[in-house]
């Protein structure tokens, strides 16, 4: 079993900044990736970003390619998001996830899901 808890998120202005934290509990964070995704309104769960389980790759969405950067510390076992540039079309409810294997940007591909972060970007 993992326990995941998000937390970090707000309301901002766009152009404003936030920074995101999961904090990981209940197996030995640092021999998987992990994720973070989002899902806005009416809309799908989409991916944001991915890291491996030592930080030396991540992957990112084109959409926040260049303005959102993933990082984590794993004697922290926590992994963050730093989210600079938001954009009102950001807002969304950010989940940090597990990842089990195979595709990073898929959903199914992770197996354990915090309960989710609210970001609000104004414009």
């Known amino acids: 079993q993992v326990q995941l808890v998000e937390s970090g998120g707000g309301l901002v202005q766009a152009g404003g900044s936030l920074r995101l934290s999961c904090a990981a509990s209940g197996r030995t964070f640092s021999s998987y990736a992990m994720g973070w995704f989002r899902q806005a309104p009416g809309n799908e769960r989409e991916f944001v970003s991915a890291i491996s389980w030592s930080g030396g790759t991540a992957y990112y969405a084109d959409s926040v390619k260049g303005r959102f950067t993933i990082s984590r510390d794993n004697a922290k076992n926590t992994v963050y998001l730093q989210m600079n540039s938001l954009k009102p079309e950001d807002t969304a409810v950010y989940y940090c996830?597990?990842?089990?294997?195979?595709?990073?940007?898929?959903?199914?591909?992770?197996?354990?899901w915090g309960q989710g972060t609210q970001v609000t970007v104004s414009s």
């Open positions: 996830a597990v990842h089990s294997g195979g595709t990073y940007y898929m959903d199914t591909s992770y197996d354990y």
